[in-house]
């Protein structure tokens, strides 16, 4: 089955620094979703983006489908952008075939 | 608007007793519903899913069960909890057509086997 892997697993940074979190890919995907899962576990949703680049705030992603693989930008970080993100693909156009990656953890330090 | 809620947030439970998670969607018709575990941790793990009433597929072999007895209601079920199932389960929705990747997730069940 396809593979997805995040990277780095963990991420330490001081407030105001900009991170980079990557996801890659084993085979071509229909869909792709970042979630930030925050300490209390709720996933929020950020960006459903199959291709090319969303912004929304401090945030912005990108996806490049035919290299397999999606970055998730955060620029001017804030404490409360502690947490796990966590990238997701759907394989087919199928409902099961959500797959998602380990995870990257980010602490931002005050 | 769409909203997902499931229930109880947290659950403590003896090994061997029933077990019982619920969630409900409002806001759209015939969504696909899933179910996944988090163990501490670790990533999510896809339980169960569900493309309409009674209509349930399974993951992973396990000592939990799924029951969809309406459109928007999806229940996580097991007769005798082991200490294996411990961990925090996620209801989630998706559009059915198109768009069945967004994923839409309640606010999680924090379970404990003791």
């Known amino acids: 089955g396809i593979q997805v892997e995040q990277s780095p697993p963990d991420l330490i940074l001081q407030e105001g620094a900009n991170s980079t979190l990557r996801c890659n890919f084993s085979d071509s995907v229909n869909n792709l979703q970042w979630f930030h899962q925050n300490p209390w576990g709720q996933l929020i949703n950020l960006f459903y983006?199959?291709?090319g680049t969303k912004q929304n705030g401090r945030l912005s992603a990108t996806t490049v489908a035919t290299e397999r693989y999606s970055l998730l930008y955060i620029s001017s970080s804030q404490t409360t952008d502690s947490g796990v993100y966590f990238c997701a693909v759907e394989r087919y156009s199928s409902a099961s075939k959500i797959i998602f990656g380990s995870g990257t953890r980010l602490s931002i330090r005050p | 608007s769409q909203t997902i809620h499931q229930w109880p947030a947290t659950l403590v439970q003896p090994v061997g007793s029933p077990l019982s998670l619920e969630c409900t969607v409002e806001?759209?018709?015939?969504?696909?519903l899933y179910w996944y575990r988090q163990a501490a941790g670790r990533g999510l793990q896809l339980l169960f899913y569900s493309i309409g009433i009674d209509q349930i597929s399974s993951e992973v072999p396990q000592n939990l069960s799924a029951s969809r007895p309406q459109d928007r209601q999806f229940i996580l079920s097991s007769k005798k909890l082991l200490l294996s199932d411990s961990g925090f389960y996620l209801c989630?929705?998706?559009?059915?057509?198109?768009?069945?990747?967004?994923?839409?997730f309640g606010e999680g069940s924090r379970l404990t086997v003791l």
């Open positions: 989630a929705w998706s559009f059915t057509g198109v768009n069945t990747g967004e994923l839409f």
């Open positions: 983006i199959p291709s």
């Open positions: 806001g759209t018709s015939n969504p696909n």
